[in-house]
């Protein structure tokens, strides 16, 4: 039995070091459900650096993340044989030398949409992009030239965002309901994550994940939403309809943008399937529930309305598919990562 032990953890060791060194960094464009404290740094309403957030961390430090522990994109970094977490650029307590090895550009509350980030004065997509260009800059200062460009096109980039542009853009807010079908609203962003990959291609990303949405009608807000106007605890399944249209769109455009850019590794990441499941069935995975977040009373709080002193806030976040009303525990974040990095990225990428 210890002989198979001490074979099977050196086995584990030389994948890691294998995966480690073919994959160099970890680089995060995104939303919420990727970001890792950018959002501390920027004049918004939208923060959680605070407690419960971040609980369940490292050292129990509440860093920015919305959940009560790592977020999806730190596990494929663990994943990759890199740092256990990917640091917030913002965040003044890293540098270059951090960013080396992985570094996130996120910012919850933002999307394709310029106008979604505008809803509560997050950072856009195209600053993040900026935010990229400024990162390569240094990176060459720090590591030279020949090294930097190893790091860049070797480097995993992960893409995760869109939820916001229809829950806190399209459904909430008159502008692009007028102006745009849904069908064709899926078009135009569809369109913008075009650009997205096309400009991260240009600055020498070859190996890009593409996430898909999960089924938002499914988030414990919309059910709630749902209860208060008389339709019951249950999902809502128009907007799981949207998810999964969005999603058959931009699976074809990652199969006709791996043919129109050579050397590009593109693949489509999509949450949709396992997170479903986890929904219908929580307990299969060990969770009571997944109606309601673990925060407060569950039902439609997020953000500073996850306030550590409240009664109702429970005392084990691993029983509950959802942290707070919008985002996943970070049990969750663990078994849908884990799952997209066994069947998409480990697959694809080596």
Known sequence: MRLFFIVFATMMFMQLYIIGAKIPAVIVFGDSSVDAGNNNQIRTLLKSNFRPYGRDFFGGKATGRFSNGRVPTDFISESFGLRPYVPAYLDPAYNISDFATGVCFASAGTGYDNATSDVLSVIPLWKEVEYYKEYQKKLKAYAGDQKAETIISESVYLISMGTNDFLENYYTLPNRRRQYTVNQYQDFLGGIAEWLVKQLYSLG??????????????????????????????????????????????????????????????????????????????????????????????????????????????????????????????????????????????????
Request: charged share 20%.
């Open 205 to 350: 990303a070859r190996k890009i994940s593409l996430g898909g949405l999960p089924p938002m009608g499914c988030l414990p807000l919309e059910r709630t939403t749902r209860i208060i106007t008389g339709n019951g605890n249950t999902c809502n399944d128009d907007y799981n309809k949207v998810a999964l249209a969005f999603n058959g769109k931009l699976s074809g455009l990652v199969k006709r943008l791996n043919g129109e850019l050579p050397g590009s590794k593109i693949v489509f990441s999509n949450p949709y399937a396992i997170f479903q499941h986890i929904v219908r069935k929580p307990s299969a995975y060990g969770f009571e529930t997944s109606a309601v977040a673990c925060c407060s009373t569950g039902l439609f709080e997020m953000g500073y309305l996850c306030d550590e002193s409240n009664p109702f806030t429970c005392s084990d976040a691993n029983k509950y598919v959802f942290w707070d009303s919008f985002h996943p525990s970070e049990k969750t974040n663990r078994i849908i990562s884990e799952h997209l990095f066994k069947t998409v990225l480990y697959e694809q990428f080596f």
